[in-house]
């Protein structure tokens, strides 16, 4: 065989000093090529966004008690505005509106958020909202997360409790 008749057969040298023949196949298996790679990014991105809900829920939650946490002793500040003059000359408890009002709305100022105050009668219900964003599930299109919360506090003069 000449050269040019052994280029035709044979195409490549093996490491090992044997060739290969020329069958016109590259590969004698069956069109699987890159299913393990389709696998591997497909649990890749499902662990990534379950890491995502554990991180970016946790946070959520803490996120939702401190805007419950926040909300009520904000509306325990408001209704602790009593209209003394008034309690004094005939024992009544009377919430200040305004006073009561602006004592929540001071709180939530130094805690830097903001929320709606609503006093009616010896009640004060404070409405909190706060925006976490997320850290991971930004990746799957999810940027934030909105909780809102409520506290209610109402007005009273002394110790009320068992035992008292």
């Given at each position: ?132 964003p997320t850290q991971i599930l930004s990746v799957a299109g999810i940027s934030r997360f909105t909780e809102t919360a ?15």
């Open positions: 065989m000449t050269q040019v008749a052994e280029r035709l057969v044979y195409r490549r040298t093996r490491s090992n000093g044997t060739r290969r023949p020329a069958t016109g196949r590259r590969r004698e298996h069956g069109g699987e090529e890159g299913m393990v790679t389709a696998f591997v990014v497909i649990f890749t991105m499902a662990f990534v966004l379950l890491a995502g809900l554990v991180l970016d829920g946790g946070l959520a939650l803490s996120a939702k008690v401190t805007a419950l946490d926040e909300a009520q002793v904000a509306a325990r500040a408001g209704a602790q505005a009593i209209n003394l003059a008034l309690y004094r000359q005939d024992g009544q408890v009377v919430l200040e509106q305004a006073a009561a009002r602006a004592d929540a709305i001071g709180y939530l100022a130094s805690t830097g958020r903001q929320g709606t105050v609503t006093v009616v009668g010896d009640q004060v219900s404070v409405t909190v909202t706060v925006v976490q409520s506290g209610e506090a109402t007005a009273e003069v002394g110790v009320n409790g068992p035992g008292t």
